[in-house]
T-cell receptor, first 114, second 112 residues
Framework: GAGVSQTPSNKVTEKGKYVELRCDPISGHTALYWYRQSLGQGPEFLIYFQGTGAADDSGLPNDRFFAVRPEGSVSTLKIQRTERGDSAVYLC????????????FGPGTRLTVL | AQSVTQLGSHVSVSEGALVLLRCNYSSSVPPYLFWYVQYPNQGLQLLLKYTSAATLVKGINGFEAEFKKSETSFHLTKPSAHMSDAAEYFCAVRATGNQFYFGTGTSLTVIP
């Protein structure tokens, strides 16, 4: 079956612009996670959704970052006033019910802020 | 606080040799521990996980890991390396709360 997909695969933007990154989880998975992976680092937790609600958004670095999951499936990570330090690979993962289950990761979106 | 330390950002082994990738964690409560693998141009894939059952956990592709509470370690091993094992390996921990903490990764090279 289809895995987790993320679009776009690559995004280049200019400093100060707004970007949206999309995640399509595996159908039927109620839990969804966003991570950020900088070069040479492991994934860094950003936010965890259970259904439509953000169960834990404590990993979002500041108020320029926001994520939604209005219908409990597709999620969008939104970054306002992008900065060069936001450049990273943004990973999305989903799991069937929650934190006890295996997370299935998408291939990521590589964001480059010039 | 919870954290994960992976010793050795790069490990090289000969084909057929033992693979040992080290992971140490810090956690104030019994943790859930995971190993993920990332092949080139692919997403992270779960190798195995420890959830307080048996301390020796067997995963996919012949990998296993042993939870040692006294050493706060969860090292990954495989008796005989294959060329197809070349990848980036990440150890992760989840203790309290909703967050997963990943290590910085170990890149495994297999020499023919």
């Amino acid at each position: 079956g289809a895995g987790v997909s993320q679009t776009p695969s690559n995004k280049v933007t200019e400093k100060g612009k707004y970007v949206e990154l999309r995640c399509d989880p595996i159908s039927g998975h109620t839990a969804l996670y966003w991570y950020r992976q900088s070069l040479g680092q492991g994934p860094e937790f950003l936010i965890y959704f259970q259904g439509t609600g953000a169960a834990d958004d404590s990993g979002l670095p500041n108020d320029r970052f926001f994520a939604v999951r209005p219908e409990g499936s597709v999620s969008t990570l939104k970054i306002q006033r992008t900065e060069r330090g936001d450049s990273a690979v943004y990973l999305c993962a989903s799991s069937l019910y929650g934190l006890e289950d295996e997370q299935f990761f998408g291939p990521g979106t590589r964001l480059t802020v010039l | 606080a919870q954290s994960v330390t992976q010793l050795g950002s790069h490990v090289s082994v000969s084909e057929g040799a033992l693979v040992l990738l080290r992971c140490n964690y810090s956690s104030s409560v019994p943790p859930y521990l995971f190993w993920y693998v990332q092949y080139p141009n692919q997403g992270l894939q779960l190798l195995l996980k420890y959830t307080s059952a048996a301390t020796l956990v067997k995963g996919i592709n012949g990998f296993e890991a042993e939870f040692k509470k006294s050493e706060t370690s969860f090292h990954l091993t495989k008796p005989s390396a294959h060329m197809s094992d070349a990848a980036e390996y990440f150890c992760a921990v989840r203790a309290t709360g909703n967050q997963f903490y990943f290590g910085t990764g170990t890149s495994l090279t297999v020499i023919p």
